[in-house]
């Protein structure tokens, strides 16, 4: 983390929304750490984490690193949690409908990160998500982009992965949708919009991740 | 015996593990001790456990006798406002170890932790400080209620998801 700025706004943020939340910089790392609370429908404190959050170096265009430390969520893939302890708050791709890139840190901690908590408490009492989840890895991404574009065509959602992980796009190139069309007289709207939603590095990431049996659409 | 260090010019401290412990036992503040402990993990607070005890035995000298809220406030104080002058000495080899390094190192954020207490102390209560008292009468239902209610306020929730590696 680079900018004090930025430093002095997450700090301003914890003690807002968590006070027993405190960003330590050590070695140049921003870490969080302490008591994140999850509340109840009057704003009252129902439930309480030990985490760390880690605040990467391309904060905000990379998703904060969330790990529970006191040792109450098993680090097990049924419960979102990788093996090194590492929290799946969110799936990247669907960060602009909660936290977009450039938003306060804050609507990350009553955001996404509350969402995650109180789905770990309600998940504990009652085994069930009570948002749902979405599937681990791929699967995953691609129900995200199923819904999100409304086809279950993998090799459609490949392509507009693809267009919005480019610099730029050609109204020429031949549209993902696969009806033949070029871009320009199809879903180029579409695909501009896609572009000011997801990041061009999170689209490129989730394309790499389907084309395992995807090819990349005709130019 | 030699504690090892992984700051500062020595790379151990000679000392005495017993020593330590009848100092702590006998400080007649252990209360405040746990709790104070309580307070470090709760807020994230990387610091030495060794150090923090002796701090809190030595900035607690005469106060056995007051109340462990009014003790704690006084720890928090000293610590938001005192905390260039700060300083404890090893019970067990007072002379031979500086624990200043040490003790440095925690020095700010001890600071700064210790004034959001204080201010969330005076705003909002114990609770904020140490946590909800669980009322556990009717074997925790009604926490579990409360946070099922929570679920149907959330306006724009989120689903988790585990990427692969």
């Given at each position: 983390?680079?900018?004090?700025?930025?430093?002095?706004?997450?700090?301003?943020?914890?003690?807002?929304?968590?006070?027993?939340?405190?960003?330590?910089?050590?070695?140049?790392?921003?870490?969080?750490?302490?008591?994140?609370?999850?509340?109840?429908?009057?704003?009252?404190?129902?439930?309480?984490?030990?985490?760390?959050?880690?605040?990467?170096?391309?904060?905000?265009?990379?998703?904060?690193?969330?790990?529970?430390?006191?040792?109450?969520?098993?680090?097990?893939?049924?419960?979102?949690?990788?093996?090194?302890?590492?929290?799946?708050?969110?799936?990247?791709?669907?960060?602009?409908?909660?936290?977009?890139?450039?938003?306060?840190?804050?609507e990350f901690l009553a955001g996404p990160l509350h969402s995650f908590f109180l789905g770990q408490s309600i998940f504990e009492s009652t085994g069930k998500w009570p948002f749902g989840e979405w599937s681990h890895g791929r699967r995953g991404i691609l129900e995200y982009y199923e819904m999100l574009?409304?086809?279950?065509?993998?090799?459609?959602?490949?392509?507009?992965?693809?267009?919005?992980?480019?610099?730029?796009?050609?109204?020429?190139?031949?549209?993902?949708?696969?009806?033949?069309?070029?871009?320009?007289?199809?879903?180029?709207?579409?695909?501009?919009?896609?572009?000011?939603?997801?990041?061009?590095?999170?689209?490129?990431?989730?394309?790499?991740?389907?084309?395992?049996?995807?090819?990349?659409?005709?130019? | 015996?030699?504690?090892?260090?992984?700051?500062?010019?020595?790379?151990?401290?000679?000392?005495?593990?017993?020593?330590?412990?009848?100092?702590?036992?006998?400080?007649?503040?252990?209360?405040?001790?746990?709790?104070?402990?309580?307070?470090?993990?709760?807020?994230?607070?990387?610091?030495?456990?060794?150090?923090?005890?002796?701090?809190?035995?030595?900035?607690?000298?005469?106060?056995?006798?007051?109340?462990?809220?009014?003790?704690?406030?006084?720890?928090?104080?000293?610590?938001?406002?005192?905390?260039?002058?700060?300083?404890?000495?090893?019970?067990?080899?007072?002379?031979?170890?500086?624990?200043?390094?040490?003790?440095?190192?925690?020095?700010?954020?001890?600071?700064?932790?210790?004034?959001?207490?204080?201010?969330?102390?005076?705003?909002?209560?114990?609770?904020?400080?140490?946590?909800?008292?669980?009322?556990?009468?009717?074997?925790?239902?009604?926490?579990?209620?409360?946070?099922?209610?929570?679920?149907?306020?959330?306006?724009?929730?989120?689903?988790?998801?585990?990427?692969?590696?």
């Open positions: 983390m680079r900018e004090p700025h930025l430093v002095e706004a997450i700090r301003d943020d914890l003690g807002r929304h968590c006070p027993s939340l405190h960003l330590y910089i050590e070695k140049e790392k921003a870490e969080a750490r302490g008591t994140f609370p999850v509340r109840g429908p009057e704003g009252e404190v129902a439930d309480e984490y030990l985490v760390t959050i880690e605040v990467p170096s391309r904060y905000s265009e990379d998703l904060p690193v969330v790990r529970e430390v006191g040792g109450r969520i098993p680090w097990t893939a049924d419960r979102h949690v990788n093996a090194n302890g590492e929290a799946c708050v969110l799936l990247p791709d669907a960060r602009w409908e909660s936290f977009p890139v450039g938003a306060p840190f804050l574009l409304e086809t279950e065509s993998t090799e459609v959602i490949a392509g507009f992965l693809w267009m919005v992980s480019r610099r730029e796009v050609k109204g020429h190139w031949d549209c993902p949708c696969g009806r033949g069309k070029r871009l320009r007289n199809c879903c180029l709207e579409k695909v501009l919009d896609l572009r000011k939603k997801i990041p061009a590095r999170i689209a490129s990431r989730s394309f790499r991740v389907l084309e395992r049996s995807s090819a990349a659409p005709a130019r | 015996m030699f504690l090892h260090l992984t700051t500062g010019d020595k790379e151990r401290l000679k000392t005495n593990l017993d020593v330590h412990i009848d100092h702590i036992r006998d400080s007649g503040v252990r209360e405040a001790i746990r709790l104070i402990k309580l307070w470090r993990v709760r807020n994230g607070l990387k610091a030495k456990t060794f150090v923090l005890e002796l701090l809190v035995v030595k900035l607690l000298q005469g106060k056995k006798g007051v109340a462990v809220a009014e003790q704690l406030k006084h720890l928090w104080t000293e610590f938001r406002d005192n905390t260039e002058n700060l300083s404890v000495e090893d019970p067990a080899n007072p002379s031979g170890n500086d624990l200043k390094p040490i003790l440095d190192e925690m020095r700010w954020s001890l600071s700064a932790v210790a004034r959001t207490t204080l201010t969330s102390l005076e705003a909002l209560g114990w609770e904020a400080v140490f946590g909800r008292v669980e009322e556990d009468d009717d074997g925790g239902r009604g926490a579990r209620v409360n946070i099922l209610r929570s679920a149907v306020h959330i306006a724009r929730p989120t689903k988790p998801w585990l990427r692969e590696e």
